[in-house]
């Protein structure tokens, strides 16, 4: 009896334990920071006093880093905390960092709602160009830092150096008051095209046609698909590839569906007489059948399934997870599947080809921003952590990962090893690299062309790297840099943007699915200009462009 | 008055252990509930996260009148009112219908398969449902093969927006049917069996008990659940809309808090101040109709909420 009571009580007094434990884990990290606080204004006080690089065993100094957990990633690790190479580089740099990850998929949206209640980790990597009224605001906001001054003191003595040696570059992550927001990711020689249009080689063969390079081309390429091989939707898009961001068709007739330059004019492509042509050209190939008739409501997995499947001969997509992933996937159903990039559309042959999915040299996600949650004590610590990424010894780490796990010497050059690219435990490549690398994200650091090389296995992928990017310098002509209108215009222009892009893109699906007949183009252009004052929008994107290049 | 309180004082105190119960609630609903309605005020501000609640500038009800004047006004409360009323209109009685057949099952074993298998639609992830969805309604979809067996033309119907609502309707209905009639199963097992006794004597058949016992003993489970039902009125949840939506089809599908969502957290230029107005705008208007719905309901058969 009396042993039933000992035994209810130590049991309730174990509940209890285990309730208690399960509070205190939640809240566990508070006082540790604090600890790191005090521990590190020490450090930093002892180095600011030298004001060189010490030799003595540095003290561990703990930052806080919020980053979007890449989907390649999120494949094998749950954070950035587990990846190898990053451990590495914390012990390099005598640093202890505890990375935060967004949901997937909600990354603007947490963004948004970390700036509401302004609960900030020391280092955020978010494309800082498009926060409200451009990342100047965001320094006025008391958001982030203005890294300018701690440059100059020599903190980033290798991110210094590419900004110097690389003045386009520096233009990109200036203000116009010469603040600098952030570490960037940047592409020194490396790939700026990675998507484009992609073609099924083995039924160009079947019909004994060459790679379409005009509209005409395709034209005769998609209808041969349709009528000789009977392929259900010869041209299989989404809807951003049809009347949106990746509509490079319409570069063919020297327009873009967006915002775009013209002789250093911004350009709302979609009133465009040109945008009209295209329209009148892809509303006929969508009622012959040339384009996939369900376009405005697939997704990118939709895509894959036509192509893979053989109801398409052709669509929008990336060198890595179109070519690659569908290539390797038909592997065994369908092994005379071969895919290759062909040349952005042109009206004549000669003709050159300026509108592509061209990106700048430094990548708009992924800057990585102090904070003003940074104690002063610590920025010099989180400056030279975030400028190793830029270093020889980074940039190796940050682009192949750990010798000897993810990479090997080979005479002299890093190869990626068996780990990587035959994967023990089935990953596949882009997963194994997310998971010993951060090569493919946009992040901190520079972007390795040797990565693009050795990461394209398939032939037909080196291929289209080589094609596309082959001539980018006109693309430079036409495409809009990451500018940053004032914030009162940004508002404004918000506003305007979100009701003219829910007007084009649904008036756009009207006439290409001829619902609405492209003679009454002029009554939508008139729509636009009266109803949606797109001429106010242009107004604040050329103001905020021409600010952009007198910087 | 004081004497008022003073009751209320020792009622507390006798009965403090039921009222310490009670706290937790009372808390949660203070501090998650009650609490954040205070936000609400960057409606009437120019609200800039840097600046805070007390720092950003007053404006009064510029928002409102923007939102008035906006664009798409019109076309997203048409919507969301039209996706509500069809909801109520064709879900409720589906669900009491279902209820009923239900009820009349007398093989127990056979009464819960069915219902179990009726509820777990309810568990999948909106998100696989409206994948399955979109696959099913593709041209060469399952549902549209059928529909164009039928006679109708072989196209997306997800790209019609004439469509859209009947099919985000009758998907809602497909997935919780099963689920809504928990509550009228629950109403129906609490009337008194001899009821049903009485009326086997008199000779009544299933369907004239059905009509003149269940329902009326049901009615006042019904009247509540459509005046909170009446309450959500402006509210059609925006994840559905997110996922299903697509340029041909947005004229149709897009609610006010998928138009919010737009605007606030979806945007890369959260327009905070502008979305809490509309989400604001809506609250109120539910209160109405809930207050409103509660009157009739009491004045047509003397039973309401409150």
């Known amino acids: ?551 | 008055m004081k004497n008022k309180w003073k009751n209320l004082k020792r009622e507390m105190k006798k009965n403090r252990q039921l009222y310490f119960i009670v706290l937790p609630v009372v808390l949660f609903y203070i501090i998650f509930r009650y609490g954040p309605m205070y936000g609400s005020i960057i409606a009437f501000m120019d609200y800039r996260p840097a600046k805070g609640f007390f720092g950003s500038d007053w404006v009064g009800l510029k928002h409102f009148s923007k939102f008035f004047n906006d664009t798409y006004f019109l076309r997203v409360i048409r919507n969301t009112i039209l996706i509500s009323v069809y909801s109520i209109v064709f879900s409720m009685p589906a669900a009491i219908i279902f209820a009923l057949l239900i009820n009349e099952i007398r093989n127990s074993k056979f009464k819960k398969t069915v219902q179990t298998i009726s509820y777990l639609p309810h568990f999948v992830s909106l998100v696989v449902i409206c994948g399955m969805l979109k696959e099913f309604l593709g041209s060469d979809g399952i549902i549209t093969s059928i529909f164009s067996f039928l006679g109708g033309e072989r196209k997306n119907l997800l790209m019609v927006p004439e469509y859209y609502k009947t099919i985000h309707v009758a998907s809602g209905i497909w997935q919780t049917v099963g689920w809504n009639t928990i509550i009228y199963l629950s109403a129906m097992s609490s009337i008194d069996q001899e009821q049903y006794e009485a009326a086997d004597l008199d000779g009544a058949g299933r369907f004239a008990k059905m009509r003149y016992i269940t329902i009326p003993c049901i009615l006042p489970t019904i009247t509540i659940m459509f005046i909170m039902k009446l309450g959500q009125v402006m509210s059609v949840g925006y994840e559905k809309i997110l996922l299903l939506s697509n340029t041909a089809n947005r004229e149709a599908a897009q609610v006010i808090s998928s138009y919010v969502y737009d605007l606030s957290l979806g945007a890369s230029y959260p327009q905070y101040s502008y979305s809490s107005a509309v989400g604001l705008f809506t609250s109120v208007i539910n209160l109405l109709l809930v207050t409103l719905g509660n009157k009739i309901c009491k004045m047509l058969n003397g039973s309401g909420l409150w």
């Open chain 1, 1 to 551: 009896m009396k042993n039933k009571q000992l035994w209810k009580s130590l049991s309730a007094c174990a509940l209890a334990t285990v309730l208690v434990a399960g509070c205190l884990t939640g809240c566990g990290k508070e006082p540790a920071n604090n600890e790191a606080t005090s521990e590190s204004k020490v450090a930093s006080e002892q180095s600011t006093e030298t004001a060189q690089p010490t030799e003595e065993v540095k003290e561990i100094v703990e930052l806080t880093y919020w980053s979007a957990l890449d989907a390649n990633t999120q494949a094998s690790l749950t954070s950035f905390n587990d990846m190898e190479m990053l451990k590495v580089a914390q012990e390099v740099m005598s640093v202890d960092i505890d990375f935060t990850h967004p949901a997937s998929g909600t990354e603007t949206e947490q963004f948004n709602l970390k700036m509401t209640n302004l609960n900030l980790e020391d280092v955020m990597e978010y494309s800082w160009g498009s926060y409200p009224g451009g990342a100047s605001q965001a320094i006025a906001d008391g958001i982030i830092i203005d890294l300018a001054p701690y440059i100059e003191k020599g903190y980033a003595p290798n991110y210094k150096k590419i900004l110097d040696e690389n003045p386009h570059i520096a233009q990109q992550v200036t203000t116009d008051k010469g603040e600098i927001w952030a570490f960037a990711p940047i592409s020194l020689n490396s790939v700026d095209v990675t998507a484009g249009y992609i073609i099924r080689e083995d039924f160009l063969k079947e019909v004994n046609m060459e790679s379409p390079v005009t509209i005409a081309d395709w034209e005769a390429v998609l209808t041969a698909f349709k009528e000789q091989l009977g392929i259900e939707k010869p041209l299989t898009l989404q809807t951003g590839g049809l009347i949106g961001v990746n509509s490079y068709f319409a570069g063919a007739f020297d327009t873009y569906p967006g915002y775009y330059l013209r002789d250093g004019k911004v350009q709302y492509g979609y009133i465009d007489d040109n945008y009209k042509e295209y329209l009148t050209t892809m509303a006929k190939w969508y009622k012959d059948g040339l384009i996939d008739q369900d376009v405005f409501g697939n997704d990118t997995k939709t895509v894959s399934n036509n192509i893979l499947t053989d109801k398409s001969g052709a669509f929008f997509g990336y060198i890595g997870s179109g070519i690659g992933t569908i290539m390797t996937n038909a592997k065994e159903t369908n092994p005379d599947l071969s895919l290759i990039g062909t040349s952005f559309p042109v009206m004549k042959e000669g003709d050159v080809a300026k509108y592509m999915p061209y990106s700048w040299n430094v990548k708009a996600g992924g800057q990585a921003a102090i904070t003003t949650k940074c104690p002063e004590e610590k920025i010099e610590a989180a400056m030279a952590y975030l400028d190793y990424w830029y270093s020889e010894e980074g940039s190796l780490l940050k682009n192949f990962g750990v010798e000897g796990l993810s990479y090997n010497m080979v005479n002299g050059e890093p190869q990626y090893s068996d780990e990587v690219l035959k994967n023990p435990d089935g990953l596949s490549i882009a997963h194994a690299l997310g998971k010993y690398t951060r090569a493919s994200q946009a992040t901190v650091g520079l972007i390795d062309r040797r990565y693009y090389e050795q990461y394209y296995q398939i032939p037909q992928q080196v291929d289209a790297m080589n094609l596309w990017n082959a001539n980018t310098a006109p693309a430079i002509e036409v495409k809009l840099p990451s500018i940053a209108p004032s914030e009162a215009d940004a508002e404004e222009l918000a506003g305007l943007n979100a009701a003219l892009n829910t007007y084009v893109q649904e008036e756009s699906t009207k006439f290409i699915m001829g619902l609405r007949g492209l003679d009454e183009f002029d009554d939508f252009v008139a729509t636009l200009k009266n109803s949606y004052n797109v001429e106010r929008a242009l107004e604040i994107q050329q103001a905020a462009y021409e600010a952009y290049i007198s910087k």
